[in-house]
């Protein structure tokens, strides 16, 4: 099924530790996005992309990287995880420009001890 | 900052009511959307529009570009609709592929 793949669905990191959330889209879209997600607050955007080779900070990137060397492929990368980045998170992508709807994926729901 | 403001926060329902969400926003937009999440789920895409009104089953959205303001309605209202309905708006202009979200509306339906 055509759409956004996040995995994993839940991880729990020790303080200190990295790993890498990845995200894949078979869509051909432009534009891919990582937020965040938390209680009593919105979806936060962390990193952006706009095409292969092409990446942006979004409102939260402290603490978070990322590449995009292909078009289907967005992987957010942890460098030392914290408790403070605890939290959900959703890889979203959309075509570029206005008219376009955005596919989101299922999330990744992280714990970090 | 450019604000979304959703109100209510929290509503609860009985089943068969007909419920409203609102969304307001502070300045132009290229488009607004209304998102679903269940409990535990992912974000669904149920609306985006920059004009006028759309409906999908018992779900209809409006906006009012005048008054910055858009409404979701949800007639006949069943358990099934528990969900937060997320409103996010991508800003005219540079960047307008950029969404930001309001905060969601927790809605529950009492059978």
């Known amino acids: 099924n055509a759409g956004v793949t996040q995995t994993p669905k839940f991880q729990v990191l020790k303080t200190g530790q990295s790993m890498t959330l990845q995200c894949a889209q078979d869509?051909?879209?432009?534009?891919m996005s990582w937020y965040r997600q938390d209680p009593g607050m919105g979806l936060r955007l962390i990193h952006y992309?706009?095409?292969?080779?092409?990446?942006d900070q979004g409102e939260v990137p402290n603490g978070y990287n990322v590449s995009r060397s292909t078009t289907e492929d967005f992987p957010l990368r942890l460098l030392s995880a914290a408790p403070s980045q605890t939290s959900v998170y959703f890889c979203?992508?959309?075509?570029?420009?206005?008219?376009?709807?955005?596919?989101f994926g299922s999330g990744t729901r992280l714990t970090v001890v | 900052k450019n604000e979304v403001e959703q109100s209510p926060q929290n509503l609860t329902a009985q089943e068969g009511e007909f419920i409203t969400i609102n969304c307001s926003y502070s300045?132009?937009?290229?488009?607004l959307h209304w998102l679903q999440q269940h409990p535990g789920g992912g974000i669904v895409s149920l609306f985006m529009?920059?004009?006028g009104k759309k409906k999908h089953g018992r779900l209809i959205a409006t906006i009012n570009i005048q008054e910055k303001h858009s409404s979701l309605h949800i007639t006949a209202s069943h358990p099934r609709d528990s969900a937060v309905y997320i409103c996010?708006?991508?800003?005219?202009?540079?960047?307008?592929?950029?969404?930001?979200f309001g905060k969601g509306t927790k809605l529950s339906v009492i059978p």
């Open positions: 992309s706009v095409g292969a080779g092409i990446t």
């Open positions: 996010a708006v991508s800003y005219s202009g540079a960047g307008s592929y950029q969404l930001t």
């Open positions: 300045v132009g937009i290229s488009a």
């Open positions: 979203a992508s959309s075509y570029l420009g206005t008219g376009y709807g955005y596919t």
């Open positions: 529009l920059s004009s």
């Open positions: 869509m051909n879209h432009e534009y």
